[in-house]
């Protein structure tokens, strides 16, 4: 469910908004959003320190 979800997300982005990028952030011990991420096609571009004293969140990102 959650990867027919990104996909329509990522539709609407492009198509319906005219969006070049979109963004996506999962925290590193959500497993199951980084895979949801990697599989809808998002690739990984770094790191986010966004939460203090936590691990650093993880920054996904498809373009047009």
Known sequence: MGKRIYKE???LGF???DKGEIFGVA???NIASVKV???A???SIGKLND???Q???LVYKIQK
């Open 27 to 29: 925290r590193p011990d």
């Open 51 to 53: 939460v203090p004293n």
């Open 37 to 39: 991420l990697e599989k």
């Open 15 to 17: 198509n319906n908004i």
């Open 55 to 57: 691990p650093e969140s």
């Open 41 to 43: 096609g998002i690739d």
């Open 9 to 11: 997300i990522i539709d």
